[in-house]
């Protein structure tokens, strides 16, 4: 499964804590009910001279799931939802994890859903949070609390304004995953049974 330069401004930015900087964050993101885009991903693994890159489109529809198409360098989807994770190529299933049965399969989806959304307050429940805000825009640095999730998150970085435009994962085993979200457009016709 897929794992996923603060540039210093001449002018102060406010730096918000917690209850403030979620409620910040949260009166600058859109919320809307479908949200396609696309997306980079850049990914560096110690030992490999050259970064892993990815791009693909997302589809983001709130409370029903996440559909990630990678395009390049293959194609495949990935595909969430609060109860499975199923992954496909060539239109075959080449994983595909319950919650019913993977207890951890919650968390992974819960924890995406509230990524992409930029959902400051499921992220609080598992992460130390620190950020700022300037004029629209919002930063994030979220540092894993005591728990399962150390074990394989050391920090995530997010940044975005209207939307979450870029997410940076630092895990535990040393890999580093930059994720840009561009082209992010609310959807008021998603495709039929896109979650089902």
């Known amino acids: ?12 930015v406010a730096a918000i804590a917690e209850p403030g900087l979620a409620q910040a964050v949260r009166e600058r993101l859109q919320q809307p009910e479908w949200l396609r885009g696309e997306f980079t991903q850049t990914k560096k693994v110690p030992g490999f001279a050259k970064p892993l890159v990815s791009r693909g489109d997302f589809v983001l529809a709130r ?4 559909l990630w198409r990678t395009v390049k360098p293959f194609a495949s989807e990935l595909r969430l939802t609060q109860n499975e994770i199923r992954a496909t190529q060539g239109g075959q299933t080449a994983m595909r994890l319950d919650a019913a049965r993977e207890p ?7 924890l995406m859903f509230s990524l992409l959304n930029g959902d400051v307050s499921g992220l609080a429940d598992v992460f130390e949070l620190n950020g700022s805000v300037k004029g629209a825009g919002w930063q994030l640095s979220l540092s894993p609390k005591p728990g399962p999730l150390q074990q394989v998150l050391k920090k995530v970085e997010l940044e975005g304004d209207g939307f979450v435009r870029r997410i940076q994962l630092f895990e535990a085993n040393g ?11 609310v959807d008021a016709a998603p495709e039929p049974g896109l979650f089902q």
């Open 1 to 12: 499964m897929k794992r996923r330069t603060l540039l210093i401004a001449l002018w102060p």
């Open 104 to 110: 951890a399969v919650r968390l992974i989806t819960t």
């Open 63 to 66: 409370g029903r799931g996440v």
């Open 175 to 185: 890999d580093e995953s930059l994720i840009q979200l561009t082209g992010q457009r």
